[in-house]
């Protein structure tokens, strides 16, 4: 989530690090991948000569973004509050140059990984055919300031809103509006919260009503292979490495992994390094040690993982419609592996093989 979609005059080269600020890339966009979705705007027909997934009758549509919310004066906000253009050193930091979190800084991100955690489930138990995701972020946005956090997505580079919710074939970076969820959608809400200083970052899967075996498949598989990769941390270990581990799991599957977002690390900073590919790679992203704090967060698709880019500069969809599914956790790595510390708590709404 290194890049930022706003305009071109910002492009921005630094020290090994491209930080895309030209718009079609959004949060977590690999700098490894040189070539840009196209854009799509919903004005737009689809060529009639592509093959796709899923019935283009049934692609998702972008509906009207509200105002953004309001935060009280009195709640913390991170330095790209009010100018939209975030800063940082680590940003500029070598992509193989990871920092070691102390103990303080690590007791700090358990704080708001649980507050991420909470937030996360408050949105997830208000989906339902009907809602909206305009309202799924008010309720998001409200739980956020409650518990006297800042949403990290709100103005970060110019996104509009304080979650990003993401139906059936959109990849990632959905804006929330005021389009109705269906039954038989399925929606990732990713949510980032801002509290003493440091940022908690998770997203997870949740159906509208009863949806079709495919989509079920996808869901699991994802989840599955997210476990993998998580499992796979260690010290010592490349980060390059996680991106292997979730290709051999998905395709026997005839699932792809998205390439164009990427995991990032996470603290003070919304993105930093590493950079977490989620696709086989051998891009010098570092070495894992303990005190490291960073996200896995894979994009699965049924399809190509090929996308377009909507004419809001932030949305990612599947070129070929096919549905996309992704869960996130921030994790801390240890002596012994990684732990997540945005994970469930025993009220958190659960995946139907985890009940």
Known sequence: ???????????????????????????????????????????????????????????????????????????????????????????????????????????????????????????????????????????????????????????????????CTSVNEIICHGIPDDVELREGDVVNIDVTVFYDGFHGDCSEMFYVGPVDDATENLVRVTYDAWQAAIDFCAPGKPYKEIGGVIEDFIKPHGYASVRQFCGHGIGRVFHTTPDV?????????????PGHVFTIEPMICEGTYEADMWDDDWTAATSDLGRSAQFEHTLLLTETGAEPLTAKLPTSPVQPWER
Request: aromatic share 6%.
């Open 277 to 289: 590919l989620h696709y086989r790679n051998n891009e010098p992203n570092g070495i894992m040690a």
């Open 1 to 163: 989530m290194a890049a930022c979609s706003v305009p071109a005059v910002l492009a921005l080269v630094i020290i090994g690090r491209s930080l895309a600020f030209d718009g079609g890339q959004g949060f977590g966009a690999s700098k490894t991948t040189k070539k840009k979705a196209p854009k799509r705007s919903k004005a737009v027909p689809l060529p009639e000569s592509r093959r796709f997934v899923r019935p283009i009758e049934g692609r998702r549509v972008r509906g009207v973004v509200g105002p953004r919310r309001r935060v009280p004066p009195s709640i913390a906000r991170p330095d790209y509050a009010e100018t939209g253009v975030p800063g940082g050193m680590e940003m500029i930091r070598p992509k193989w140059l990871i920092e070691k979190k102390s103990d303080a800084d690590v007791s700090k991100m358990r704080v708001v990984g649980r507050i991420a955690r909470e937030v996360l489930d408050v949105a997830g138990r208000a989906v339902a055919p009907g809602v909206t995701t305009d309202e799924l972020d008010a309720v998001a946005h409200a739980a956020t300031v409650e518990r006297g956090a800042y949403p990290s997505p709100l103005n970060y580079c110019g996104y509009p809103k304080s979650i």
